[in-house]
């Protein structure tokens, strides 16, 4: 059951990435999703019947464009600061915390960090994430955390939690 959703997940995302339906690339995505599935289907799926909830889906569906705004936001902040090199740039690591539980959850909270253009997932440490960010804002725990995870983090609890 742990492979099958796992083939059918990664079958799923490659029709969605890349939005080809020739033979071809069926096949390829095909071969690809059953040779993953197959190899880490046991590692990477913890609870099958989690999988088959909707409204885990219905949050997945939410996350995705709050996630593709902020690393728009992301993106033209960096590249302001590179165009304006009096644009002020603190560079440092930063320790914030999550409530996720879930290993894949914290996984997916630690790269869609690192996907933001300016910050960047160094380290894990329990619930603690170590982050490198562009410009650190915020040197406290809570204030750092607010800023940083909890804008991915209320979506990714309601999905993987």
Not at 71 to 85: I, Q, S, T
Not at 125 to 149: F, P, S
Request: aromatic share 12%.
């Amino acid at each position: 059951m742990k492979k099958a959703i796992l083939i059918l997940f990664i079958f799923t995302l490659w029709l969605l990435l890349t939005w080809n339906a020739s033979w071809q690339s069926l096949v390829a995505g095909g071969v690809t999703a059953l040779m993953v599935g197959l190899i880490f289907g046991n590692l990477a799926v913890t609870a099958p019947m989690k999988v088959i909830q909707p409204q885990r889906w219905f949050w997945l569906l939410l996350y995705i464009p709050i996630f593709i705004w902020e690393m728009a936001k992301a993106n033209f902040d960096v590249a302001y600061r590179v165009l304006h090199p009096k644009m002020p740039i603190h560079p440092g690591i930063v320790k914030v915390k999550t409530r996720l539980k879930s290993p894949l959850g914290i996984a997916f909270l630690a790269n869609s960090i690192t996907l933001t253009p300016g910050t960047f997932t160094i380290d894990l440490k329990d619930e603690y994430l170590y982050i490198h960010c562009i410009n650190v804002r915020h040197q406290k725990l809570d204030e750092a955390t607010k800023d940083i995870v909890s804008r991915f983090e209320k979506l990714l609890i309601k999905i993987f939690d």
